[in-house]
């Protein structure tokens, strides 16, 4: 079998194409060479290995002899896969949402051989169809342009870009303030828009949209007793709830599918993304924090055993994805959408017994000709099946079969259990095996926050060990990588993997206040400000400065399937400037706020993970400081995480070299607070610097509450240290 130059690549998505027909380059200097030698316009195609369209659009035109054929003859052709490239993808993504009104993957655009693009759009079918042209027609039509019309082309395509170019950049407005007023105004926005029978944002398809909902916790929590933060937490909860109760949702081994193509969160394109599993855990930990309610952990602890049964790397580290599509199992040659995932009825009552088989497929929704609404499934992949969903409550349900509700529990758990073990025999899904270190961070913060909210060292192990494979792996001589498969990609690292990277650190040292994980967050922070960092402007470009010449380099101002990481940068940014005392950072912070002020007036929901951090900025954290060692403090920290508290930064005199640590740190910065009070008197309150000069037996088993330069007095009781806190 005759292979391309793909073969030579990491990227999975890459080696599906490497039998291709097509001649298809990888993105790098050779191709755009060959282009301007031989004066052949670019054809750029975009996508993921996990990715349903473009595997359907690899089957129909990119193994077809035909349109290799015009694409060998007419163009060079270049294969992009979005997770090792986000700095390519948004360039051109910007550009085909701009000139079309719309985005997605498999993403194909045409340039000219200088990388300008001149047309683009999304999935093509192979034939021209009513209202949309085919792919051979298109290539036909392009190849003839660009030999007859081809200075227009190059004229125009330069015109677009540089109204591309004026469209993305991002400045602050003169008078802008940041003030509690725009919390407001998001939350209005974001009420506006959201749907009040099935939770989120939009109507079908219906994505999980985790930063709307980080915000709106964040929002409620400032005044928790009033109408608009009830409200807030109303939206949340009905959210979570119908998320975790629709096909979104799998039932029987944890996660969440990408998105919900209809309106009830039911039928979804199958593939499960690390970056949703990381966030949604994440956000049903909050959940179950606010309300105390057992099934916000349960939901959230079987998206977590999820990832660690399914996605984890052998030595560390968590894969990207599992693929939408698998082999079929009554036709393992065929691929099918969700084929490993959806049952016919007689498959289930094959599998249960009688009555559990009854219980399971009414509370489940099952029915025989398969529970697919109607226009929801366009390929017919789910005639005759089931995909699960939960119509009613527990309590609801139990009620009208004359059941307790124990009992309808210990039925559809052990149904599940059965399910479950007899799904697994089945095909697996394709799996994306990179480590992404931006998604490894937000994983890092999911686990750690597991830990602390669920109490549980199994999930601070998983981080741990994540940890250490990140810095042994994707960390060397102060350079950040961006992916590893089979050993490190030589692609460098982007803002959004120091930035997540960084916020997981942050979360780890405060879950298990191990001072390496903060020593290195410090490291990782430094370099992000020198590589990254707009001093002028504010705010953090995409990519480094050094490098091949960018068309456009780029600040990553949405929160969207993965949060900007401007987002995530400012209050990281804050975050360590209040930990370790340190005006600058919390300057950088504050700048990068304000570089989007304008946007944030403009269009709030654009970027409701930027408002986290303008609370943060608003509303200065509780300093805590645990003193003693990990289990001498257990007790009060298990109080802590049992209470949703967003604006609180952790540290740890734990009389250790963490503790050494910071008290240099600190004695560096030479504040005024560092010496307003001798070390001795620290088991009295005193300055937070003062805390981490006292001896360990001084201090042992004690948490103090640190605002602005001054500590309360310690307190050792759980009781204690809840006045403390409330």
Known sequence: MSTNRLSKEKSPYLLEHQHNPVDWYPWGTEAFEKARREQKPIFLSVGYSTCHWCHVMARESFENQQVAGLLNDHFVSIKVDREERPDVDRVYMAFVQATTGSGGWPMSVFLTPD????????YFPPQDRPGQV???????RIAQAWKDDRPNIVAQGREMLDALREATVETARPGVKLDPELMDGAYQQIARNFDPQMGGFSPAPKFPYPAPLQFLLRFQALSPQSAEAVHAREMVLLTLDKMAAGGIH??????FHRYSVDHFWHVPHFEKMLYDQAQLASIYLDAFQITGERFYSEVARGTLEYVRRDLAAPGGGFYCAQDADSPLPENPGKLGEGAFYIWSQAEIESALPPDDAAIFCRFYGVQTGGNAPAGSDPMGEFTGKNIFIG???????????????????????RSRGILFERRSKRPKPHLDDKIVTAWNGLMLSAFARAAQVLDDPAYLECAETTAVFLNEQLWHDGVLWRSYREGVSQIPAFAADYAFLIQGLLDLYEAGADIRWLQWATELQQSLDVQFYDAGEGGYWQSKREGEAQLLRMKEDYDGAEPSPNSVAALN??????????????????????????????????????????????NPPKRIVFAGTFEETHPLRKELHAHYIPRKIVLFADGGPGQRWLAHRFALADTASFASKPAAQAADGGSPHSVFRAKHDETAGAAYLCEKSACRPPVRTVADFHDLLF
């Open 134 to 140: 085919g792919f051979a027609s298109l290539l036909q």
């Open 250 to 255: 799998d039932f029987l081994g944890g996660g």
């Open 573 to 618: 940014a804050l975050r360590l400037g209040h930990m370790l005392d340190e005006p600058g950072l919390i300057g950088r912070g504050e700048a990068t706020l304000r570089a989007f002020s304008n946007l944030l007036h403009r269009a709030p929901m654009a970027m409701p993970q930027m408002l986290v951090a303008l609370d943060f900025a608003l």
């Open 115 to 122: 990388r300008v693009p001149f047309y683009g759009g999304s």
């Open 391 to 413: 119509r009613e409550s527990l309590d609801e349900f139990a009620r009208q079969m004359g059941r307790s509700a124990g009992e309808i529990a210990e039925s559809l758990s």
